[in-house]
């Protein structure tokens, strides 16, 4: 009779171990942390706005100062970094970023102020694309004429 006891002495308090390892190991509030982590990752990319639709913001002739500084500056915090040259040759994604220069440049709702900002901030983000992000302002600049 006593090894009987014994045995579901035993057999109980590995079944209390187990239980208390599981709860050891499951922690459910961390599962739902990482939920809702991930939830507000995904929400925060849907409030981004895609380049083209900054782009066509931009290109619009009827878009107004406050909301060319709002699509430039969504650009500069979102897409800022252009793709690395190839040897000397732009990447080829560098093409949508000089319509937006060329754009910006001669924009009838732009001023000064913006085109510098956005020209600096650019070019110090891109060092390497300094002499292709100058020639679009240049050619912006000098079809507003």
């Known amino acids: 009779m006593n090894i009987l006891n014994l045995s579901i002495l035993i057999a109980t308090l590995?079944?209390?171990?187990?239980?208390?390892?599981?709860?050891?190991v499951?922690?459910?509030?961390?599962?739902?942390?990482?939920?809702?982590?991930k939830k507000a990752e995904v929400e925060k990319k849907a409030q981004v706005p895609s380049f083209k639709k900054l782009q066509d913001i931009i290109k619009k002739n009827t878009s107004s100062?406050?909301?060319?500084?709002?699509?430039?500056?969504?650009?500069?915090?979102h897409?800022?970094?252009i793709k690395a040259k190839?040897?000397?040759?732009?990447?080829?994604?560098?093409?949508r970023?000089?319509?937006?220069?060329?754009?910006i440049s001669r924009h009838p709702n732009t001023n000064k102020e913006l085109v510098l900002m956005f020209d600096k901030e650019l070019t110090k983000r891109n060092p390497s694309y300094t002499r292709e992000i100058d020639e679009m302002l240049n050619r912006g600049l000098t079809?507003?004429?």
């Open 86 to 95: 190839h040897g000397v040759a732009p990447d080829k994604d560098f093409k």
């Open 143 to 145: 079809a507003r004429g």
């Open 97 to 103: 970023y000089a319509e937006v220069i060329f754009a």
């Open 26 to 37: 499951y922690n459910p509030s961390q599962k739902k942390s990482l939920h809702v982590k």
């Open 14 to 24: 590995v079944f209390i171990l187990g239980i208390l390892i599981f709860f050891y």
């Open 79 to 81: 897409y800022g970094q």
């Open 65 to 77: 100062t406050s909301e060319l500084r709002s699509a430039i500056e969504l650009i500069l915090k």
